[in-house]
């Protein structure tokens, strides 16, 4: 049996490079940042920073490009895949991609946040009659709203509600 996974969590270095492949196929790449902290043997706290180079195709490419940005938190979750080339100098050079295939955005949308970047609480605008405003065609909706107590015993069927708090290990 063969296992080629790669679970990160980090910060994207760079705002994601969107191109297309001759064949019409988008692709994604980019850097998330992810830190290891540790304490070393005279208990000072230590910490290093490693650079993961991430691959994205078709659709969560187009995605990627869309909502993610130099900053963005997220998870990212695929394989391993590593490229060698021999360089100018003939030397062979190796490169290691997480080619990504399932991404979540872990950063509040910029719309749902009420604090300003500068700590300040801002009151949202308000519209007419306070009515959500329509979205176009070539803006997708994500929803993002916590389910509705009613939604919530539907989709529990009578079965006890599992807290993260009630969770032994």
Not at 32 to 50: M, P
Not at 89 to 103: E, H, L, Q, S
Not at 145 to 159: F, H, W
Request: hydrophobic content about 30%; glycine content about 6%; some cysteine.
């Amino acid at each position: 049996m063969n296992l080629n996974k790669a679970m990160i969590i980090g910060n994207l270095t760079r705002d994601p490079e969107i191109r297309t492949t001759p064949n019409g196929q988008t692709v994604a790449s980019f850097s998330v940042a992810t830190n290891f902290i540790w304490k070393d043997q005279s208990g000072q706290q230590q910490k290093r920073v490693e650079f993961h180079n991430v691959v994205v195709w078709r659709k969560l490419a187009e995605i990627c490009g869309q909502y993610l940005k130099k900053g963005s938190k997220a998870y990212f979750e695929g394989r391993l895949q590593t490229s060698d080339w021999v360089g100018q100098d003939g030397v062979k050079r190796y490169k290691t991609d997480i080619v990504a295939d399932n991404m979540i955005m872990l950063d509040k949308p910029a719309n749902q946040s009420n604090q300003s970047s500068d700590g300040i609480n801002e009151a949202p605008l308000p519209n007419e009659n306070n009515m959500p405003t329509q979205q176009t065609e070539s803006e997708p909706v994500i929803n993002i709203d916590e389910p509705t107590q009613t939604e919530q015993d539907s989709d529990n069927n009578g079965e006890e509600e599992i807290k993260v708090e009630n969770i032994p290990f």
